[in-house]
C-alpha cells in the first residue's frame, strides 16, 4: 500500500510541476484534466515539456486501452512531439501485464524507462566537489548552457532545449537551478521547485564529456541544499532516467513506482 500511495504521490507532482512548466513556456499551453488523463502540453520543440499522463490508480485493462487510444488521439493533434508517462504501479496487475500490447495498439511505441522517486531526506549538509563551483542560474547565457545541457544529454538538438528554457522569468527566479561549472565552463546542471509542499527535482544533465566524476550527484545536491534552505521542505521527489536512477539513492531517495515513457509511432 505504501508503493501504491508514492506511486500516486509521483504522478500528482509530475502533474503539479509540469503545469507550471508548460504555462510558463505558453500562457496559453493546454494543461487540461481531463477524466483518467492529465494534459501538460506546451507543444514547444523542446519534447519533455510535451507530456500526457494517465492519473487513474488501479486501472484495469479495458480502461488502460481506452486512456492510452485516447492519450494517443490528444497527442496527434499536437504540433510538436511530446511523451505519455505512464506509471506503472497505479496499473492492475492484470493491466501491467498487458501495457506494452495495449500501447501497440494504440499507436504508442515504448521510448525509454524511468523511475519515479521520493524521500524525507532534507535538509542535506552543504554539498561541494573537489572540480567544481556552483552558479545559479540568473541570467538569459546561464539559462542557455542549463538548456544546451541538457540537449547534449538527452540527445536533442540544442536549438530544441533553448525552445523550452531561454527566456523564462520561472527558471531564473522561482525554480532553483544551478550549474556546476569545471574551471568556469558549465558541465553538470540540476534544478528543484517548490510543488505542493515538496521539493521536486527536474532536468538534471550532465555533458557526456564528464559524465561518471560525481558531478550530477554534487550538483542535484547543491540543488536540494539551496531549495530546502529557501523553503523549509523536507520532502523531496523526482522522476529519473535509468542513467540517473543508480545516483539518487545515493542521496536518500527511494524508488517506487517504474516509469514508461511513449511516443507516438513513426
Request: proline share 6%.
Amino acid at each position: 500500500m505504501a508503493v501504491r500511495t508514492e506511486s500516486v504521490e509521483s504522478m500528482e507532482q509530475l502533474a503539479v510541476v509540469w503545469r507550471a512548466m508548460a504555462l510558463d513556456r505558453d500562457p496559453e499551453a493546454d494543461v487540461r484534466d481531463l477524466p483518467g488523463i492529465a494534459v501538460r502540453w506546451a507543444d514547444c520543440r523542446f519534447a519533455f515539456w510535451n507530456c500526457v499522463t494517465l492519473t487513474e490508480p488501479d486501472a484495469g485493462p479495458a480502461l488502460v486501452e481506452r486512456r492510452l487510444a485516447e492519450a494517443a488521439d490528444l497527442m496527434r493533434a499536437k504540433k510538436h512531439p511530446g511523451f505519455l508517462w505512464l506509471f506503472e504501479d497505479l496499473l492492475s496487475d492484470e493491466a501491467r501485464a498487458g501495457v506494452r500490447a495495449a500501447a501497440e495498439k494504440a499507436g504508442l511505441a515504448f521510448a525509454f524507462p524511468g523511475t519515479g522517486m521520493a524521500g524525507d531526506l532534507l535538509p542535506l549538509p552543504e554539498p561541494g566537489h573537489p572540480d567544481l563551483t556552483f552558479a545559479r542560474v540568473t541570467t538569459d547565457e546561464q539559462l542557455t548552457a542549463y538548456a544546451d545541457l541538457n540537449s547534449r544529454a538527452y540527445g536533442f538538438p540544442l536549438e530544441d532545449g533553448r525552445d523550452g528554457l531561454v527566456g523564462s522569468t520561472l527558471w531564473k527566479d522561482g525554480v532553483h537551478a544551478y550549474l556546476g561549472l569545471r574551471d568556469g565552463v558549465p558541465v553538470t546542471c540540476a534544478a528543484t521547485v517548490e510543488a505542493d509542499g515538496r521539493l521536486f527535482v527536474v532536468l538534471v544533465a550532465t555533458d557526456p564529456d564528464w559524465e561518471r566524476r560525481g558531478y550530477g550527484e554534487a550538483v542535484t545536491r547543491k540543488a536540494l541544499y539551496e531549495g530546502a534552505r529557501a523553503t523549509g521542505l523536507t520532502r523531496a521527489t523526482l522522476h529519473a532516467t535509468e542513467a540517473g536512477a543508480p545516483v539518487y539513492p545515493r542521496i536518500g531517495f527511494r524508488p517506487n513506482s517504474p516509469i514508461h515513457f511513449y511516443g507516438l509511432k513513426a
